[in-house]
Structure formats: structure tokens, C-alpha cells
T-cell receptor, first 109, second 114 residues
Framework: RKEVEQDPGPFNVPEGATVAFNCTYSNSASQSFFWYRQDCRKEPKLLMSVYSSGNEDGRFTAQLNRASQYISLLIRDSKLSDSATYLCVVTLTGNQFYFGTGTSLTVIP | NAGVTQTPKFQVLKTGQSMTLQCAQDMNHEYMSWYRQDPGMGLRLIHYSVGAGITDQGEVPNGYNVSRSTTEDFPLRLLSAAPSQTSVYFC?????????????FGEGSRLTVL
């Protein structure tokens, strides 16, 4: 069983749309949670950490539900530049980061 | 402004050959790690290190060796390359090994094993 599961998509949305991604993790002892963004043929880069109380960074909102073991990412007012693959990441112990397979987003003009 | 530097960016090997992927970081990070990324599989941890002289295995360590003689460098060695090791390899570092800090990635090394 994979530590982290994501819907691979693809999600194709028009500019200005709101889109949400979900991610589930299998181990209730998971400690930290993140969303990374990966552009085509590039390295992953941190988009935002996910806190238990939920957190927002501009158009991006991340939520964590420990009881149901899922993490979500909401993107409002989508821009063309948001087109990328979004990776859900959890840590089990401090030393091992587990990545989901990623959800592909294309924002259409 | 180097960050994490990986070399080479591209490599083609024949089955059975050996090679070393180099990774260097100039941020004085304690934690360094190697991942491979395959279609439909996501990034999988190969080996990691929490400091000079300390290394440990990740999810998929077979066929790979690492060492950490300095804080800056964390090379990944393929002892006898196999076609199943065709992948994109990423080195990543972090200032702490508590799992709460950001991972900084190199640009990746694309390896093809024929």
C-alpha cells in the first residue's frame, strides 16, 4: 500500500476557475505535510506546508484532516502559470519524505 | 546562488557499467537525500544522510551506494547498471532532518541504461 495516494488527473480548468486536489495518507503517525509543485521536466519546489489549523497563501489554501487522513489544496482564480503537477508529501519519521504521484493541472485560456 | 548542484544532467550507460551521480550543496544543510522519479510512481527515496559520516536506506536502495564524507557532497553510485535503473534522479537537501523543513532539489539527472 502506498504511503500517499493522489488522483493523477489530469485536471483541465479555464482561467479564473477554482480547483481542488485531495490526497490521502496511510499512516496515522505521519508527522508533517506539504504541497510541492513540479513544472514539466523540472525539479519539485515547495508550494506550501500544511498545518492542522489550515493555512492560506494568497490564492492557495491547504487543509489537513488528521481523522480522515487526507490533505487538500484549493486554488482560487486559476492562472495560466498555475499549470503544473502538484505533489502531496508527508513525513513519517523526520528523515523520510513520502511523495504522492502528483496531480496534473492545466489551466486553459 | 548555486543551491543544490547535480552532475551530470544526462547520462547513457550500458548494462553492467558503473557510474557516480554527483550532488553538492552550498547551504550547509545537514540532511541530504537521493530520489528517483518514474512515470506513475512518484518520487521514491533511495538513500539519505543526516550528517557527514551518517547514511541510511530509503524505500528503494538496492543497486545503489552512497557515502557522506563532507557536509557538502553526497554522491550516488550505481555499481552495475540495469535497465530498471533508467530514471530521473533528484538530489535534495534540507537544513534540518526533523521532517519539518523544506527540501531543496537539484535540477535532476536523467539516466538511461541500455
Amino acid at each position: 500500500r502506498k504511503e500517499v495516494e493522489q488522483d493523477p488527473g489530469p485536471f483541465n480548468v479555464p482561467e479564473g476557475a477554482t480547483v481542488a486536489f485531495n490526497c490521502t495518507y496511510s499512516n496515522s503517525a505521519s508527522q508533517s505535510f506539504f504541497w510541492y509543485r513540479q513544472d514539466c521536466r523540472k525539479e519539485p519546489k515547495l508550494l506550501m506546508s500544511v498545518y492542522s489549523s489550515g493555512n492560506e497563501d494568497g490564492r492557495f489554501t491547504a487543509q489537513l484532516n488528521r481523522a480522515s487522513q487526507y490533505i487538500s489544496l484549493l486554488i482560487r482564480d486559476s492562472k495560466l502559470s498555475d499549470s503544473a503537477t502538484y505533489l502531496c508529501v508527508v513525513t513519517l519519521t523526520g528523515n523520510q519524505f513520502y511523495f504522492g504521484t502528483g496531480t496534473s493541472l492545466t489551466v486553459i485560456p | 546562488n548555486a543551491g543544490v548542484t547535480q552532475t551530470p544532467k544526462f547520462q547513457v550507460l550500458k548494462t553492467g557499467q558503473s557510474m557516480t551521480l554527483q550532488c553538492a550543496q552550498d547551504m550547509n544543510h545537514e540532511y541530504m537525500s537521493w530520489y528517483r522519479q518514474d512515470p506513475g510512481m512518484g518520487l521514491r527515496l533511495i538513500h539519505y544522510s543526516v550528517g557527514a559520516g551518517i547514511t541510511d536506506q530509503g524505500e528503494v536502495p538496492n543497486g545503489y551506494n552512497v557515502s557522506r564524507s563532507t557536509t557538502e557532497d553526497f554522491p550516488l553510485r550505481l555499481l552495475s547498471a540495469a535497465p530498471s535503473q533508467t530514471s530521473v534522479y533528484f538530489c535534495a537537501s534540507s537544513p534540518r532532518y526533523t521532517g519539518t523543513a523544506e527540501l531543496f532539489f537539484g535540477e535532476g539527472s536523467r539516466l538511461t541504461v541500455l
